[in-house]
């Protein structure tokens, strides 16, 4: 609560986190007239005859805009748009601290899908790309596929990609440490939300072929009564054997463990059924599904968290700065999955494997050179994918 309420009273001094700054002087009447009229009618002429010079004469090809609708906001839930500024604030920081990427904060009043989408759409040509964020689901999934087909700028919904992409790199390295692979992995997921969902979709191109998800309902499987689509779509790409039963059921004899549900739901007693060595990763903030010291004493070899103050933080801040910067500079139409793949790779590949250890699989977040990497693969990927024709 400490650190809460010092946030209060910075933020009641901030008054924002944000400004605008003019990369121009207008102090003299040439300056302006070459900064407004007369002289700007001729970038804006050059823009009309050629739409894609908008990339060039104005800072669009630099602009990426934060939008929200309030209704799944940092752990806290449906807290509405005004209440989910702050984080979009922030989350505009991080842009630009760790990516160079000007950020503009959006808390659009609706949770009409359609409404929401039209919205976006309209005034998509004024930004290089769209950042979803804290959108609650199934209606996050509706909305982004909508918007990456009516726009023509890349469209990426963090809070699902974003954690899936660093998962990934944080799984990637854990089984290094513990000398498995993908492939002869048993993975259990608790949480069907969106970044349950794109988890798991991440992971099955890893050739993961035993994934069992898990919302508050128990197992995931065909047939389950009362199942949205995406449920149900995830139930058709996991779940093989079509297991029924609880969250126990689920994570026995499971080598992996992701957590993106709720605090205290996972015990000693779970952890002790998994396979040996197994990877915990436990993201529910502020408490995680288990706490790290009670994972490792129940024999997790690796143990990830959403927190800061342990080793091995699971933060997408190690992701969607790079994204944005290497689609913006690529001038990317989509984030596509090769994207997200290359992405997870810059990550991990970041951490040597001199210094790879159970308490050490993930680059910290300060690290600088982790935009610049991730940045480099998220163009090269788009490039390489344009050529062969797979950049959707």
């Known amino acids: ?113 359609d409404e929401f989408v039209n919205t976006v759409r309209l005034i998509s040509k004024s930004f290089g790309g769209i950042n979803l964020e804290d959108i609650s689901a199934p209606r996050c999934f509706e909305i982004e596929k909508k918007l990456q087909e009516v726009c023509d700028i890349p469209v990426f919904h963090d809070d699902q990609h974003g954690t899936a992409i660093v998962v990934l790199a944080a799984v990637t390295n854990a089984l290094k440490v513990v000398k498995k692979r993908f492939n002869e992995c048993k993975i259990c997921i608790c949480g069907a939300g969106a970044a349950g969902t794109a988890i798991a979709k991440l992971l099955l191109t890893k050739k993961v072929t035993d994934i069992i998800c898990c919302d508050k309902e128990g197992i995931i499987y065909r047939g389950r009564p009362k199942d949205n689509d995406a449920l149900k779509d995830l139930a058709n790409a996991t779940n093989k054997q079509n297991k029924r039963g609880n969250l126990a059921e689920a994570i026995k004899d499971a080598d992996i463990f992701v957590g993106v549900s709720t605090g205290g739901i996972v015990n000693a007693d779970l952890v002790k059924t998994m396979a040996k060595d197994p990877i915990v990763m436990a993201m529910a903030n502020p408490i995680p599904e288990i706490m790290p010291e009670e994972a490792k004493a129940a024999g997790a070899a690796v143990v990830g968290t959403g ?3 342990y080793p091995n933080q699971i933060n997408n801040v190690l992701a969607f700065p790079g994204i944005f910067r290497g689609a913006l500079d690529a001038r990317a139409k989509h984030i596509n999955t090769h994207m997200h793949i290359a992405s997870a790779e810059a990550i991990a590949n970041l951490v040597s494997e001199e210094e790879l250890n159970s308490q050490y699989i993930l680059p910290q977040p300060f690290d600088e050179r982790i935009s610049k990497a991730v940045g480099l693969a998220v163009k ?11 950049n959707n």
């Open 1 to 113: 609560m400490d650190i809460m309420e010092e946030s209060l009273k910075k933020h009641s001094i901030w008054r924002g986190k944000l400004e605008i700054l003019s990369r121009v002087g207008v102090k003299t009447r040439e300056e302006l007239s070459l900064a407004y009229t007369p002289g700007v009618a001729k970038p804006c002429l050059e823009i009309k005859n050629n739409p894609e010079k908008s990339f060039e004469l104005t800072r669009r090809w630099n602009t990426v805009a934060v939008i929200t609708d309030g209704s799944a906001v940092l752990g806290l839930g449906d807290i509405g748009p005004l209440a989910g500024m702050p984080v979009m604030e922030g989350k505009c920081v991080l842009f630009k601290q760790f990516g160079d990427v000007d950020a503009i904060p959006l808390c659009v009043s609706t949770k009409k899908v």
């Open 307 to 309: 927190r800061g103050d």
């Open 380 to 390: 090269q990927a788009w490039l390489d994918s344009n050529k062969k024709g797979k």
